[in-house]
C-alpha cells in the first residue's frame, strides 16, 4: 500500500485485486429460510484473510463482507483504512467511531452509543466475520432493525436485542452462532475458527 500527504491532508492507495466479493459470490445460494451450507473452502479462506491480519498484530475494524475479495487462487481481505494495532504516526492516527452498522459486535454499538467512540477488537472482527457468513447465506442482518432506522437506533437494536435465529446447516451454523455470541470472551479467536472450518472440510 502507498500512502502520503498532500495539501488537503492524507492519501492512500491500494493494489487492485481481481475476485468477487463474499457476499456477491455467494449470492445465487442465499435463502432467507432454507439457506445452503456455504462452501466450506471459501468460508476458510475468508477467515484465514482475517487470521493473518490478526496474527499481524491488528485488528481490522471493518470486517464485512464486501470486504472479503475471492479470487481465482487468493482470498484478499481489503480495506484497511479502520484498522488498529501496529504502530501509526499521530498525524495519521484517529478515534474510531465505528464501521458499518450490520456487522457491527454489541459491545461496540455500546461503547459508541455511550462515549462516541470505541476500540476494535480481534473479538469484534470476529463477531463481524460471523454476521458476515451470515448474511451472505442467509440475507438477513444479524440483528433486526427497520430498513429506515438511524445508526443510533441500529446500534440500539444491537445493544437491545438477540441476534435472529442462526439457520445455517451444519457445522458451519454452530460455528457462526460462537462467532456470534455476546460475550467477546466466548467467540473463539480467527485462528480457532481456521481450526474448525479445515476439520470441518477433512470430515467431508
Same mark, same amino acid.
Given at each position: 500500500?502507498l500512502f502520503?500527504?498532500?495539501?488537503?491532508?492524507?492519501?492512500?492507495a491500494q493494489?487492485?485485486?481481481?475476485?468477487?466479493?463474499?457476499?456477491?459470490?455467494?449470492?445465487?445460494?442465499?435463502?432467507?429460510?432454507?439457506? *445452503?451450507? %456455504?462452501?466450506?473452502?471459501?468460508?476458510?479462506?475468508?477467515?484465514? !484473510?482475517?487470521?493473518?491480519?490478526?496474527?499481524? &498484530? +491488528?485488528?481490522?475494524?471493518?470486517?464485512?463482507?464486501?470486504?472479503?475479495?475471492i479470487g481465482?487462487?487468493?482470498?484478499?481481505?481489503?480495506?484497511?483504512?479502520?484498522?488498529?494495532?501496529?504502530?501509526?504516526?499521530?498525524?495519521?492516527?484517529?478515534?474510531?467511531?465505528?464501521?458499518?452498522?450490520?456487522?457491527?459486535?454489541?459491545?461496540?454499538?455500546?461503547?459508541?452509543?455511550?462515549?462516541?467512540? *470505541?476500540? %476494535?477488537?480481534?473479538?469484534?472482527?470476529?463477531?463481524?466475520?460471523? !454476521?458476515?457468513?451470515?448474511?451472505?447465506?442467509? &440475507? +438477513?442482518?444479524?440483528?433486526?432493525?427497520?430498513?429506515?432506522?438511524?445508526?443510533?437506533?441500529?446500534?440500539?437494536?444491537?445493544?437491545?436485542?438477540?441476534?435472529?435465529?442462526?439457520?445455517?446447516?451444519?457445522?458451519?451454523?454452530?460455528?457462526?452462532?460462537?462467532?456470534?455470541?455476546?460475550?467477546?470472551?466466548?467467540?473463539?479467536?480467527?485462528?480457532?475458527?481456521?481450526?474448525?472450518?479445515?476439520? *470441518?472440510?477433512?470430515?467431508?
Open positions: 500500500m502520503g500527504e498532500w495539501e488537503e491532508g492524507t492519501w492512500s493494489p487492485w485485486r481481481d475476485g468477487k466479493s463474499l457476499y456477491t459470490l455467494w449470492e445465487p445460494h442465499r435463502h432467507a429460510t432454507e439457506p *445452503a451450507a %456455504p462452501h466450506l473452502d471459501e468460508s476458510l479462506s475468508c477467515a484465514a !484473510a482475517l487470521a493473518k491480519l490478526h496474527r499481524d &498484530g +491488528w485488528a481490522h475494524g471493518d470486517v464485512q463482507p464486501n470486504h472479503f475479495v481465482p487462487t487468493e482470498t484478499f481481505l481489503i480495506d484497511l483504512a479502520l484498522a488498529h494495532g501496529g504502530e501509526v504516526p499521530a498525524i495519521y492516527d484517529f478515534r474510531y467511531r465505528g464501521c458499518l452498522v450490520h456487522y457491527e459486535a454489541p459491545e461496540i454499538s455500546r461503547s459508541i452509543l455511550e462515549s462516541g467512540t *470505541a476500540m %476494535p477488537t480481534k473479538e469484534a472482527d470476529v463477531y463481524a466475520l460471523g !454476521a458476515s457468513l451470515f448474511i451472505s447465506t442467509t &440475507g +438477513w442482518r444479524h440483528v433486526s432493525y427497520p430498513d429506515d432506522a438511524s445508526r443510533k437506533d441500529q446500534r440500539q437494536a444491537i445493544v437491545d436485542k438477540p441476534h435472529r435465529q442462526i439457520n445455517v446447516p451444519g457445522t458451519q451454523g454452530k460455528l457462526i452462532e460462537q462467532m456470534m455470541s455476546r460475550n467477546p470472551a466466548d467467540r473463539p479467536s480467527s485462528s480457532e475458527v481456521c481450526q474448525e472450518l479445515r476439520k *470441518a472440510r477433512s470430515a467431508l
